[in-house]
């Protein structure tokens, strides 16, 4: 019997690229085990990211290393996957010499033949073509023992918004829809499978549907909730939405269905309007805020979470202080921020940019300063509050604490002697706050 290869994957950037990342896995099964140790792979993955400058330089700096490896066991193959992959095509292959495999996001379908293919050529392939008509294809996640109790489900991928910072929009291609029967199908199995919760992904996933006919065209709110009548479904959610495509349909989902949890991730990317013009966002601050508004009137408990970059080309004094106005409107439960990178071909790319990196960095330090304090405040609020948690594990900070997670996101530990399973929902009250996590004690299950 032949004994199976050990794959290695390394994985930057968004769920995205963790969702492909498991795809490649599933489709390499055959002929390749996963490892956990670099070392001793005989292929590794290098599944990157191409968001921010300094993304890409992490993946450009693993595939490095890795120059050496090649040289040593010349049988060892290595591919690099995902968004620079796609944005750089050949030109990976003229770096790095040493790499045999350079696909797309749309491409990793066709690896097990690429992989084959690899081996027999023993020069450098690229799949990075975007056909026309891509289809993502019904794939049926494979369901192991000790699988985790929560998965992601992508239901689009690409994206056709184009804002002016952005390079999503070259790696990933135009908007495409799966099939709803498609998604719902992976959402059962995954269900029957043990799983508790699913998290739906795309880059803006207020769109799904768009680019299907009109005869069989449904929302992502009718998605959603056919997602969570998926029977023994216990939690749904999904990332990511430009608020320009906020619906109040979709709103009203976090009022009608319990399974929804009450998590709404809404970049904002900017305070400014005349920013948001110039990052191509079709909204105004106004707009947003009536918008947050809304929901907030459709869920008064949920916890709103966002992105925000500082330093965009041209972003003056007073466009970073109505940044720093909107988070104190907002009051974001928690927030990623960035500093501005540069992403050719993104049309910001030419805009003029006068102001220096020290200020830039000034303002992304402030403002870190601020969200984190917000964050803090905001955590503060549930003392006392009674909130269901999903179980997702013993936490390795000390015996008998486990770690859950709450429907708004909140990681919360608690004390118990008692085992959980991953996945189960338990209640606590919330007994204290700090930035990234709440402490509760945990309810006897008779309490109503
Ligand atoms: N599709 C998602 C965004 C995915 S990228 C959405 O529209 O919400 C995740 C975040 O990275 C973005 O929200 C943005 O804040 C940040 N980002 C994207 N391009 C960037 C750039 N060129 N420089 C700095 N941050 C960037
Ligand atoms: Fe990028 Fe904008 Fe598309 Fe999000 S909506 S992926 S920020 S182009
Ligand atoms: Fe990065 Fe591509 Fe995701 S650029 S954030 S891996 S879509």
Redesign the pocket.
């Known amino acids: 019997m032949n004994e199976k290869k050990l794959l290695y994957i390394e994985t930057f950037g968004?769920q995205m690229n963790d969702r492909d990342s498991e795809i490649m896995r599933q489709l390499l099964a055959k002929a390749y085990e996963p490892t956990d140790v670099i070392q001793i792979a005989d292929a590794i993955i290098v599944n990157t990211c191409s968001?921010?400058?300094k993304a890409e330089q992490k993946a450009y700096s693993l595939l490095g290393t890795l120059r050496k490896r090649k040289r040593e066991n010349p049988e060892l193959i290595i591919a690099a996957t995902g968004c620079v992959a796609q944005q750089e095509g050949a030109k990976m292959l003229s770096r790095m010499p040493h790499v045999d495999l350079v696909v797309g996001p749309q491409n990793i379908y066709q690896l097990p033949e690429l992989f084959v293919k690899a081996q027999q050529l023993r020069k450098g392939i690229v799949a990075t073509d975007m056909a026309k008509s891509f289809h993502i294809p019904p794939f049926l996640p494979s369901l192991q023992q000790g699988q985790p109790h929560k998965r992601f489900v992508t239901i689009m991928q690409g994206?056709n918004?184009f804002?002016t910072?952005?390079?999503?929009p070259y790696t990933r291609g135009r908007e495409v829809s799966r099939k709803h029967e498609d998604i719902l199908a992976e959402v059962s199995h995954l269900v029957a499978g043990g799983v508790k919760e699913v998290t739906l992904l795309?880059?803006?996933v207020n769109s799904y549907g768009n680019d299907h006919p009109a005869h069989s065209r449904t929302s992502f709110a009718s998605l959603l909730r056919r997602v969570t009548e998926v029977k023994g479904i216990e939690r749904v959610r999904f990332?990511?939405?430009?608020p320009k495509d906020l619906s109040e349909e979709l709103m009203q989902c976090f009022t009608d269905l319990e399974k929804l949890c009450p998590h709404f991730?809404?970049?904002v990317?900017s305070g400014s309007n005349a920013i948001l013009q110039r990052m191509n966002r079709k909204y105004t601050i106004e707009h947003y805020l009536s918008k947050v508004e809304k929901l907030r009137s459709y869920s008064p408990e949920i916890a709103l979470t966002t992105?925000?970059?500082v330093g965009?080309p041209g972003e003056t004094d007073e466009d970073f202080q109505a940044t720093m106005d909107l988070i104190e409107k907002v009051r974001y439960h928690s927030a990623?921020?960035?500093?501005?990178?540069?992403?050719p071909p993104?049309k910001?790319c030419q805009f003029p940019d006068p102001v220096s990196r020290e200020k830039k960095e000034r303002r992304l330090a402030t403002l870190q300063d601020r969200l984190q304090q917000i964050a803090l405040e905001r955590n503060r609020e549930y003392i006392g509050s009674r909130m269901d948690l999903m179980v997702e594990g013993e936490s390795k900070a000390a015996d008998g604490q486990w770690s859950g997670r709450s429907g708004t996101n909140h990681i919360v530990n608690f004390q118990s002697h008692d085992a959980f399973m991953p996945g189960q929902i338990v209640q606590v009250v919330i007994q204290e706050a700090c930035l990234h996590s709440l402490r509760g004690n945990l309810l006897p299950y008779f309490l109503p």
């Open positions: 968004c968001i921010r400058d994206c918004n804002c910072y952005c390079i999503v795309g880059q803006n990332t990511t939405s430009n991730h809404l970049p990317q992105d925000i970059i965009f990623f921020s960035f500093k501005y990178s540069n992403r993104a910001s």
